[in-house]
């Protein structure tokens, strides 16, 4: 496809419970970031990929947290022990340069509901 | 945590008027970018102004950088129901992460 994909859409687990999360983006994308996104709020980073190397991992809440993108291209955010508190839209994005004024393309989210 | 604030949290008006929404923070970015966020979808760049004091139309919304990048505004003239959405401004600062603000959710009615 010509964007982002995330899959699954919609996760329902329960309290316990590990979960991964798959972010397909955009090919060439050098770029790849994971926000968390709260009901009504605006996007919390996690972590940020540039190829396959982890550049930045503080916002990740806790050592629950695990991301990866071992070949550069597709990442796995993976959540262990979920917690009714990781509720939430898990964004990821993709931008082709590196730079602050470059854009992100964001996928359309996974929604985890933690039950 | 949020660096950036905007204002108002929440906006719902009528077809045809005005309105303005505000991004502020304490810390300085080297740009700032405004998104807009349906639900079940994930934000889509609206503009990215670079420049303290840079004005940027986009048809009938207008976004403005503060002289001292640190606040950034969005205008909408005559707002139709189509830009009922979630608008979100993000800072970067000298790195690829963006800190996003807390949003603003405007529902124009017709």
């Known amino acids: 496809g010509a964007g982002v994909s995330q899959s699954p859409r919609y996760k329902v687990a329960k309290r316990g419970q590990d979960v991964a999360l798959r972010c397909d983006p955009i090919s060439g994308h050098v770029s790849l970031f994971w926000y968390q996104q709260a009901l009504g709020q605006g996007p919390e980073f996690l972590t940020y990929?540039?190829?396959?190397?982890?550049?930045?991992k503080s916002g990740l809440p806790s050592d629950r947290f695990f991301a990866e993108r071992p070949e550069g291209s597709v990442s796995t955010l993976k959540i262990q022990r979920t917690q009714q508190e990781d509720s939430a839209v898990y964004l990821c994005?993709?931008?082709?340069?590196?730079?602050?004024?470059?854009?992100?393309?964001f996928g359309q989210g996974t929604r985890l509901t933690v039950v | 945590t949020q660096l950036l604030e905007q204002s108002p949290q929440f906006l719902s008006i009528q077809e045809g008027e005005n309105l303005t929404v505000y991004c502020n923070s304490s810390?300085?970015?080297?740009?700032l970018q405004w998104y807009r966020q349906e639900p079940g979808e994930g934000p889509v760049l609206l503009v990215t102004?670079?420049?303290?004091?840079e004005v940027k139309k986009l048809k009938r919304l207008t976004f403005q950088f503060g002289d001292a990048r640190k606040d950034s505004s969005l205008h909408i003239t005559a707002a139709q129901p189509g830009d009922t959405g979630l608008y979100l401004c993000?800072?970067?600062?000298?790195?690829?992460?963006?800190?996003f603000g807390t949003g603003t959710r405007l529902q124009v009615f017709p």
């Open positions: 810390s300085v970015f080297s740009s």
């Open positions: 993000a800072g970067a600062e000298n790195t690829d992460k963006l800190i």
């Open positions: 990929f540039q190829n396959e190397a982890q550049l930045d």
């Open positions: 994005a993709s931008s082709t340069l590196t730079g602050p004024n470059t854009e992100a393309f």
């Open positions: 102004v670079v420049t303290g004091g």
